[in-house]
Structure formats: C-alpha cells, structure tokens
T-cell receptor, first 112, second 117 residues
Framework: GENVEQHPSTLSVQEGDSAVIKCTYS??????FPWYKQELGKRPQLIID?????GEKKDQRIAVTLNKTAKHFSLHITETQPEDSAVYFC???????????FGKGTMLLVSP | DTGVSQDPRHKITKRGQNVTFRCDPI?????LYWYRQTLGQGPEFLTY????????KSRLLSDRFSAERPKGSFSTLEIQRTEQGDSAMYLC???????????????FGEGSRLTVL
C-alpha cells in the first residue's frame, strides 16, 4: 500500500517568514495530493489540493508543488502569520481506487 | 451547526468493556469514513461507506471493531473488549463527492477521544 513520509515533524518560524513542508510518497500510481490543517483541539480541514496533471497550484499565501518523477510534493506558506500555527498533514491517494493515506504531520509554530 | 458531528466527544472506559461511537455526517454526503488518530500521527484509515454499503476495511480494523451505517445516514463504530492500545481519537469524515473514491474534500468531525484504563 501507499506510504507517505512527511518532514519536518516540527517547524518554527518568525512571523513574515516562509515555511516549507515536504512529503514523499511510495506509490507511483498516486495522483491526488491534499493538505489538511489541524489547529489545536480542532478538526482537520482541507486547505489546498493538487492533482498529478499539474505541477503547481496557488491560493493566496499557500502553494503546493508536485514532482511526480521524484514522488514528492511540498506545501509552501509565504508571509506566515501566528494564525498559521497548526499541524499540517499531507496525504495521497489514487483517485477512483484507494482512500487517502496521511503523513504523520508537521507542527508549525509561527512566533510574532 | 450543519457540519459532521460525533458523540461522545470523550469516553473513558476500563479494559475489556465495549464502547460505541456515533457519527452524523453532513446530510447530503453519501460517503462516510472512519479514521483513527494517535498522538504525533496522522489520521489512519479504518473503514468507509458509500451510502449504507461498507466498501473498504483497513487491516487495522480487527475483529473487535465493527462499523455500520444502516440507513445510509449516521454511522456507528463499536469496539468490543477494549484494550489499552485502542486509546486514540476516532475521527469521522464525510464527503459529497459523486466522482471517484479517494478524491474530494473530506469534512471531518471533531472526533471522539477514547481512553482505555
């Protein structure tokens, strides 16, 4: 089955800096890659996703890049704010075939 | 609140007891998922339903675990003869995707935290 590795496990940045979280996946057939944000004590919520027919997707301060050859994808957050502090999970699946496999998460702490 | 709701939010039980969790998905969603989350880990897939049919079960779902979605609306997850290793957050999620399995935004509930003493 699919295996998703996520790094780093914790990331501390100063407000205004950029943050990058990286994930690798094992199954070359995976073609759907969402990112979820989970604030302390709250439910995970989808923030952005990408499919394998594109290499990059942006939504305001958030972007995701995908390298299918290397089987890795990354979340980029620019101009970080304290409210970005949360645990971020990457995930992968084969659309139409498998359910989502999540990474272990990255705890992002943005200091004012 | 029209989001996914789970009950109870917290459950403390003694080893060997049975527990049942309930999930009410967003009403128009036809797919419902159960995940387990332990400290420092991402959600781990347990099982999923499309309407009332249970379409996939993880190997994590031992024979002590059973899930139902009798009328294609709410779902229950029962754990029999609980063990300390069952202590975790049990998350329910639903989606209205009419397309392909494994895609579409999952809407999560706030989870049911189980502590087995």
């Amino acid at each position: 089955g699919e295996n998703v590795e996520q790094h780093p496990s914790t990331l501390s940045v100063q407000e205004g800096d950029s943050a990058v979280i990286k994930c690798t996946y094992s199954d070359s057939a995976s073609n759907y890659f969402p990112w979820y944000k989970q604030e302390l004590g709250k439910r995970p919520q989808l923030i952005i996703d990408i499919r394998s027919n594109v290499g990059e997707k942006k939504d305001q301060r958030i972007a995701v890049t995908l390298n299918k050859t290397a089987k890795h994808f990354s979340l980029h957050i620019t101009e970080t704010q304290p409210e970005d502090s949360a645990v971020y999970f990457c995930a992968a699946s084969i659309e139409g075939y498998s359910t989502l496999t999540f990474g272990k998460g990255t705890m992002l702490l943005v200091s004012p | 609140d029209t989001g996914v709701s789970q009950d109870p939010r917290h459950k403390i039980t003694k080893r060997g007891q049975n527990v049942t969790f309930r999930c009410d998905p967003i009403s128009e969603h036809n797919r419902l998922y159960w995940y387990r989350q332990t400290l420092g880990q991402g959600p781990e897939f347990l099982t999923y339903f499309q309407n009332e049919a249970q379409l996939e079960k993880s190997r994590l779902l031992s024979d002590r675990f059973s899930a139902e979605r009798p009328k294609g609306s709410f779902s229950t997850l029962e754990i029999q003869r609980t063990e300390q290793g069952d202590s975790a957050m049990y998350l329910c999620a639903s989606t209205s995707s009419v397309g392909l399995a494994g895609s579409g935004e999952l809407f999560f509930g706030e989870g049911s935290r189980l502590t087995v003493l």
